[in-house]
Every structure is written in C-alpha cells, then in structure tokens.
C-alpha cells in the first residue's frame, strides 16, 4: 500500500487529523530514534503548528496537496530555517541557517510535516554513518550493523517507520548505498534535476538531494515535488519538475537492460540476489544482457580526488569567524581559524580536506585532479555508448552485505571500496534509484537501476514495476 | 645615459558599476552603516550557490572590445583558495586560466610619442570584505571587526604586459585606461574611493640586456600620484641594491603613503599556492559571435578616434581636441554643439574658456551644470549673428549657470540686445564727440590711440550694448571727416 495516498484519504475523510497523525509519528519517533541514532534535533513543537495548518485547510474545506499532513525526516546538512542545522558536525553544533533550501521550501509549500533532522556522517563524508560527530547509527534490520552512510539516518528513519519519507544526499552514493542497506528506496537524480540551493556542499559537481521512501511510489511522489528548475542553483537544469505518477504503472515489455559485468565483482550472497532479480525483469518482458562499462576502476580514485578537492574549498568558510563555533583561547586570528578546525573538524573530514588540499597544489594539479578530470570524461562516455544500447542498466549497490558496526571504520581503503558500484553514478552525473531486490540472513539486498540524464520517471516506472512482483518493500524489521 | 632599464607590468584592478553585487541582488552602493548591504549569498553561508550577474559579464565584454582585445565564445570562473577573514568562503571566485578577454592592447602619448603597452588580458572577480582593526595596524590591535558591504562588488583585474618603461608612462597608461573605462561607462574609476586600484610589477636590468631582472610586485596604490611615487621609489631601490652587489628578491610589497617608501610584505618563500580549480558551482560562460557583436554595436566612439576625429575634421589643435575628449560628457556635449554651430574654434573657446571658469566659479563641473546643450548652442548662435557681443556673453553666461535660464530669455529680460541699429550709435557718437573735444583734438593731431579712448566713452553710454565693430567704423569716419 502506498503510504502518502493512504494517508491522504485518511486525512481528507477526517478518519485522522494531521495533528494526531504528528502526535503518533512524534511518539514513535523519540522512542524509535534512541535506539537506532537517527535524528540529531527532533522538532516536534514546529511539526504540531504544522499540522494545525494543514488541519484549519482541511477544515475550511481547502484542497490539499499529497503530501500535506505527511511526516517527514530531513538530513542534517539540508539548510532548516530556525533549525539547527549541523552537518552531524560539532563545527555547526550551534548553527541555525536564516533561510531555507529550495527543497525545504517546496516541501514545507507542499504541506510536508518536518519531524526532525536526520543524523549523517559528518558533512557526508562516509559510507555507514559512524563519522557522526554525536551518534552513530543503528540499522534497524539489525541493530550491531551500520544503515549505510552517508545520509543513514535518513534510511533508518523510514525503515523504522518513524517518518514517511526522508531527504538525504547522495554525492557517491549516499542515498542509494543507505537505502539499500536499509531495505528502502531512495532516487539519486540527475546532477541539475533538483536544486542544491540550502544544500550544504561536500562536492559540488557530484552532490545532489534525493527522496527516500519505503516503497517506489512515495518515494516518487516527492521526487514531484522537490524536482525543477531553480534559478538560485546556476547548475540546475532549465527544465520543469517530474510527473511521474502519470508514466508509473506502464509495461515494461521490450525494455532493454544492460548489466555491466565490471560491476558484480562483490559478495556471493548479493550478486546471487541481483541475478534472481534480473530473471524477474526476464520474466517481466524485459531484454536482458551483460554489457561492459571499461573504465570503471578508475571510478573510485577519481571520485576520492575530485570530491576531496571540492570540499578542501568548500569546507574552507567554516573558520570561526561569522557561524558555528570558535575556540575562543587564540589570541591571533590565524591561529583561532587553524584550532577551531583542528577541534572541531572530526578526523575523516580533517583527513578528505588534507587530500584535497594536496590534490590541488602546484605541481600535483596535474596528476591528479586533471586527471580524475579526464578519468570522468571516459567515464561519461562508457554510458553514452551503453546507453546507445540500453534503456537501463542494472548494478548492485554495494558489493557486501550491511556490515558490523566498526568493522570498517578502521580501514579506510575497505571502507572507500564499498562506495565502487555508486560513485561513478555521481561522476557521469546520470539518475539511479536504489530499490530492495531480495534479502539474505535476514538482510535487505538492494539494487540500482541507472539511466539516461533526465530519465528518472522511467527509473521510476521499471523500479515500481519490479516492486509490484515482490514483497520485498512490505517487510518490515522486527523493531525489538 | 641611464646605465639601467625599468621594467613595468600594472595590474589594475577597476569595480565594476553595476547596481547589484556579481554573485547576488545586493547594492553595490559605496559606504553604508557596515554589512547593510548583504545577503546569505555573499556572506557565503552554509548552502548558498552564486548566480553570475549578467551585468558584469556585459561590462567584462565592453571592456574587453575597448582596449582592443580578443572576446574568447567560451570563458570560466574558477576558484582561488586561501584564508582571510575578509572572505566570506576563504576562497574568491576569480577567473584563472580560461578569462573574459585576452589580447589587447592601448597606445599612450609620453613627450609627444605615441607607444602600445600591451594588455595581457582582463578577468572578472568578486571583491574581498573590509577588515576594521581597533589600533592601526592588524599586529598591534586586540580586536578587528570585519565589514562585508565591499564582499562581492565585481571586478574587473586587467592585466598589461611588462611593456611600460617609466613611472611617465605608468600614469598616462592608467590615466588613458581611465578615460576609457569611464567613456564605455563600465566604472566610475575614482580612486579616492577605491573603484580603481593598481599593482605595480617593476624589475630594471642593464640597458640592452635581454633577460628581465627580478621584479617586486607593490601593492597599495590608491592614487596616481601613490602610483608613480612608488615606482620611482621601487626604481631607485633596486638599482641601489644592485649596485651595492646585493639581489633583488621576488617579494610582494607595500606602499607607505605617508613614509613614502615601500616595505616587504611578503617574500616568495611565503607565496601562497592559491589552487586554482573550475569553479563548480557556475556553468561555463558561453558568449555567442552574435552577442559579442551586438555588445560591439553599442560601443560609444572611444577617446582616441575621437580626437583623430577633431583634430582632422575640425581642424582643432592637438592641445584642444584633448581638452574636448577628456571626458565622455563633455565630448558627447561638443558633438552636440557641433551639429548646430559650425565653427568648432568658437565652441571650444566658449566652452573651454568663459563658460568652463564660471562654471568652476560657481562650484559646479560640466556633468552637473544646469545649462543645457540648446541653451549653449543657442548662446553661440546669438554670438554669431551679433545679437550679442562677447562682452555681453560674458554677463550672460553667469545668469545661465546661476538661473538655469536661456539665454535669449536673458538678453529680452535685461534689455541686453546689441545695437547695430547705425543711426541709434549715430547719435550716441555725436553726444561723445561733442563732450570730449580734447580727445577729438589728440585724434586730429595724430594721437591715434586716443579712438581707443572714444569707442570706450560710447560703449560706456549705450551701456555696453552698441555692437563694438560698427562703433569703430563710425567714429573713425565722423573724426576723419
């Protein structure tokens, strides 16, 4: 059942009001989000006046949008205004944005029912949310294992139920890697389909905010809504939003697939459950076939230089000087900017900002950054050419199951590796949406399913169509 | 003979006079209580994009097409990284390998001859913030405070080739920029307040030698007088330092007004490695041929064509077409003229000489003057046609400037007409003849010069009115009849 419509009609029948309905979220959510970690600021005070709002229409009769009345999580680095907003970092631990993002505003515009800011590894930087600088968090299906990072809260919030969708970010993979580790669907867009104005940037040539939701439909519901031009984004695309509630529910028949064989080199379990999901699209009519994407191992490297450069500049204004937090025992100004990101800064954000700077000094421009440049142009033109061939391809999303928490926190290479099939998404700047596609020892298996730029309503359509042939986005974690 | 050879590259920095700031809507207005006129965007909080003012891309292009230089379809901004605190982002948005012009060059006059300095190239960037410290100096204050009004005035960075050889044609070099950028009207270009600022790269080497010598870039000079005091100073240092068997260092320095010398700031060892890379969050800009043509077609005439123009066609002296040109509002106003009157002598002698010293008298300049182009063409014709005198033109010109009113008005109103009537000055004559009889005697008996004396005691008694040729004419017939 789809969430956001049962609501809907639940809402305009006056079964329930928006008021209760928050009420009921709220209570889960205090409870639910001390075990699994997911929320850095609940805003339950804002959510009831919310309602109320959304009530007073319902009750003068007021039509009402889809998402009117529906709870929601956004992720920490997303600008709330009045809210805090962190990055899940102790530089912003104090930081409340004077304005919103554009998404914020299209959402809030949209009757959407804030309940809190998701908790997320510090300005993004991880794949399993453990570089939260206050919690780390749990992965509802079980709890000593990692939901996926960098936007984790975001994913668990809606696999534990305690909102109906979420907004995270997904810069190599942060959307897609968390919702598939968390048995969710989250859509990953096309680099310029939605606006990244509020968007607290990591890299900004790879960054994009995407929807999370438990099942396709929701999850497309607020792709309609957050998409679109935005003339404070000069990178967004001059196109108007999705309507993909009016393409969702087509066949698929003749629908060409590509499987690029570069991309099953991971878990046995998990590429088993690929396959058993690609003989589901066989069996759905669909066309599939191995194809071949050569330069993807240059992928990671070139996405670890480029989205390190990005952020050694991007994360240069946190200094102290106008926002945030300063260590107030410097006497000179230069040696206040260098201790207040020296303490505040944790340390795999401290250790990307060190490669990036490195990255773009005189005399290694060219070997790397230049380079990883030009890793992204062959990149680009591995999926034009798969893309002459292919309506869409079909990869794994990470190539292991969930893994325990502090297994990888460690080891930063196996930690970097586990981002191999999501990265090269962001580089190409190409849609993917992540969707459950079996489990294993009671662990969800998520897929992803890439398309042309712009190509996110049929993403939708062939992800919504899989759905429906499998229960996979009806179970739920046993929350103990 | 000078045994040494300077060296110069300028780097002028020009504000562009856009009404909003390069990345957003706020004013760029001069002054304002401190960060009044800011925005989340310029502040560079968290999650804030740029979004370039088209504006400033039109005047980098203006600029570009003025001093001769190549307009590329394609051009970036990148980012250029280092920590101040009079940065919102601690990087600023530049252009660095990919700029809005490259190419061009200006011809300046020094001693009557005419040389091309070279302009490597011009980009766009957004200004820095203003750091207010408690004491004088940034060292010896306890605490600074930072206001951002200036954060993101669009600039304009033009760069010259090491083409200029004095500190003589360093100015001109800037003065001639100036005229320029003021008669495309891309920048006030007043250095008092900052909107024009120039870096000076200068090195000497030994006359004939091919390799340049080590240059010192100064910083600081807000004035022209700043700008050639510098680089003499600069000049004269590092010719000392050489012949003293010592080295020049590579270094950054700054001038000291009021010492009037420049000090080390920083050395080459503590260059920064700014790390340049593509600005991300801009797209590429992309300027048609189409574009760039039409800017081209709305080009005002440029200084020098103009005075080519004067000096050929109107037969000015070289002397007059500069004085005509030295302003953008002032040749406009020439042209003007000169579609109505034709005689570009007696336009330039009005509007250089008795009307430019009243105006100045009363406080005012050409731009703010209440007289009107028909109004001055309008006191010209009436010269012309002897209507009036030049005595008369000078009683009136004050009460055009100090009433705003016409000049015909003027004449009616104060009775001010000249009398050519013949019989009228006839009359007057007679009266005079017949009060002076020593006078007419001295005339009689050969003393020429006492006419002068008469044509006076006749103007005297028609007050000034009675045209002063027909005067003569008729007083030397009476007396040498």
């Known amino acids: 059942m789809v969430k956001i419509r049962e609501i809907h009609k639940q809402l305009i029948n006056r079964e329930i009001s928006a008021v209760e309905l928050a009420k009921e979220y709220l209570a889960r959510l205090e409870i639910s989000s001390s075990k699994f970690g997911t929320y850095l600021s609940i805003t339950g005070e804002k959510a009831i006046e919310d309602a109320q709002v959304i009530d007073e229409k319902i009750a003068s009769g007021e039509e009402i949008g889809l998402l009117a009345g529906i709870p929601m999580g956004i992720k920490d680095n997303i600008s709330t205004k009045g809210i805090v907003t962190t990055c899940g970092s102790k530089i912003l631990e104090n930081y409340k944005p004077v304005f919103n993002a554009t998404v914020v505003d299209k959402l809030y515009n949209a009757g959407g029912i804030i ?31 990692v939901p996926g990072g960098s936007s984790g809260g975001s994913a668990a919030s809606v696999a534990a139920e305690e909102v109906v969708f979420s907004l995270g970010s997904d810069t190599g993979g942060s959307v897609r890697q968390p919702a598939g580790f968390c048995g969710v669907v989250g859509m990953k867009p096309t680099y310029g389909r939605v606006s990244r104005y509020g968007l607290i940037a990591y890299a900004s040539s790879l960054d994009q905010i995407g929807p999370m939701a438990k099942n396709v439909e929701d999850c497309a519901i607020v792709h309609d809504v957050i998409s679109g031009y935005d003339k404070m984004d000069s990178t967004s695309a001059n196109m108007p939003s999705t309507k993909t509630l009016d393409i969702i529910g087509k066949d698929i028949k003749g629908l060409r697939i590509g499987v690029p064989k570069e991309y099953f080199g991971g878990d046995e379990k998990v590429l088993n459950t690929l396959k058993k999901a690609l003989a589901k699209f066989e069996e759905l009519g669909a066309i599939v076939e191995e194809t071949t994407l050569p330069h993807t191992e240059y992928a990671l490297p ?42 505040f800064f944790g340390k795999e954000v401290k250790k990307r900002i060190m490669i990036g700077t490195y990255a773009l000094s005189a005399g290694y421009y060219d070997a790397y950054y230049l380079k990883a440049l030009k890793v992204r142009t062959l990149l680009k033109r591995d999926f034009d050419e798969a893309f002459k061939r292919y309506d869409v391809l079909i990869t794994p999303i990470a190539p292991t199951l969930p893994f325990k928490i502090g297994e990888n926190i460690k080891d930063s290479i196996t930690m970097y590796l586990g981002d191999i099939c999501t990265v090269t998404i962001n580089l190409v700047g190409i849609p993917g949406i992540a969707i459950p596609c079996g489990f294993v020892d009671g662990l969800p298996v998520g897929m992803q399913i890439l398309g042309k730029p712009f190509s996110e309503e049929l993403l939708f359509n062939v992800a919504h169509k899989f759905e429906q042939s499998n229960d996979f986005h009806l179970r739920k974690p046993e929350v103990k | 003979m000078n045994k040494y050879e300077v060296v110069i590259g300028l780097e002028v920095h020009v504000e562009l006079k856009t009404a909003t700031k390069i990345f957003c809507g706020c004013k760029t207005e001069f002054g304002g209580a401190p960060n009044t006129h800011v925005c989340p965007v310029c502040l560079g909080l968290p999650g804030v994009l740029p979004v370039v003012n088209e504006k400033v891309v039109e005047f980098g292009v203006r600029t570009g097409l003025a001093i001769n230089a ?27 390998d990919l700029p809005i012009c490259e190419h061009g060059y200006l011809d300046i006059e020094v001693d009557g001859i005419v040389k091309r300095i070279g302009i490597t190239r011009a ?27 200036r954060v993101g005035v669009p600039l304009l960075e033009i760069v010259s080739e090491p083409d200029i050889r004095s500190s ?8 001639v920029l100036k005229k320029i950028l003021t008669y495309i009207d891309v920048s006030d270009c007043k250095m008092e307040e900052g909107s024009i600022r120039a870096d000076a790269n200068v090195s000497v080497r030994l006359v004939g030698a091919k390799e340049f010598g080590t240059r010192t870039e100064t910083k600081n000079l807000n004035s022209l007088k700043a700008l050639q005091k510098a680089i003499e100073y600069e000049v004269e240092r590092q010719i000392e330092v050489i012949e003293d068997g010592g080295v020049i260092e590579q270094e950054t320095r700054t001038w000291d007004d009021e010492k009037g010398i420049t000090l080390s700031m920083r050395s080459k060892a503590d260059a920064h490695d700014y790390r340049y890379f593509p600005e991300p969050d801009l797209p590429p800009i992309i300027l048609t041929d189409e574009y760039i043509a039409g800017i081209k077609a709305t080009l005002p005439e440029l200084p020098e064509s103009r005075k080519k123009r004067l000096m050929e066609v109107d037969d000015l002296s070289a002397y007059d077409a500069n004085l005509v040109i030295a302003e953008r509002f002032l040749a406009d106003f020439y042209d003007e003229v000169r579609k109505n009157i034709d005689d570009p002598k007696l336009i330039v002698n009005y509007l250089m000489g008795d009307y430019y010293r009243e105006l100045a008298a009363a406080g005012l300049d050409f731009k703010n003057s209440p007289v009107s182009t028909n109004a001055f063409i309008e006191l010209l014709k009436l010269l012309q046609d002897k209507t ?46 017949e009060a002076n009889p020593k006078a007419v005697e001295d005339y009689k008996s050969g003393k020429g ?28 017939s009476k007396l040498d009849s």
């Open chain 2, 388 to 433: 009036i005198s030049g005595k008369l033109a000078k009683d009136i010109i004050p009460v055009m400037i100090k009433e705003g009113k016409n000049p015909k008005v003027i004449v009616e109103e104060k009775g001010l007409v000249q009398i050519s009537d013949t019989s009228a000055i006839e009359a007057i004559i007679i009266e005079v003849i």
């Open chain 2, 123 to 149: 980009h766009m960037e957004e200004d820095a913030g203003k750091l207010v410290h408690s004491g004088k100096t940034i060292s010896s204050s306890d605490s600074s405070n930072v206001d951002y009004n």
């Open chain 1, 302 to 343: 070139a996405y670890y230089i480029i989205a390190s450069a990005e952020a050694s500049s991007n994360l240069a204004r946190f200094d102290g000087v106008r926002y945030g937090v300063r260590d107030w025992d410097q006497k000179d100004v230069t040696d206040m900017m260098s201790a207040t990101r020296d303490k």
């Open chain 2, 70 to 96: 190549k307009v590329p379809n394609y051009s970036k901004f990148d980012r250029k990284n280092y920590y101040y605190p009079d940065l919102t982002k601690n990087f600023q948005t530049s252009q660095f």
């Open chain 2, 449 to 476: 010069n006492s006419i002068g004396f008469l044509v006076g005691q006749v103007m005297k008694a028609s007050k000034g009115k009675a045209n002063p040729g027909i005067v003569n004419e008729l007083l030397k």
């Open chain 2, 168 to 175: 003589e044609e360093a100015k001109e070099y800037v003065e």
């Open chain 1, 115 to 145: 309940l809190g800011k998701c908790n997320m590894d510090e300005f993004a930087m991880g794949s399993s949310s453990e570089n939260s600088a206050y919690k780390l968090v749990r992965n509802p299906w079980d709890l000593d294992r």
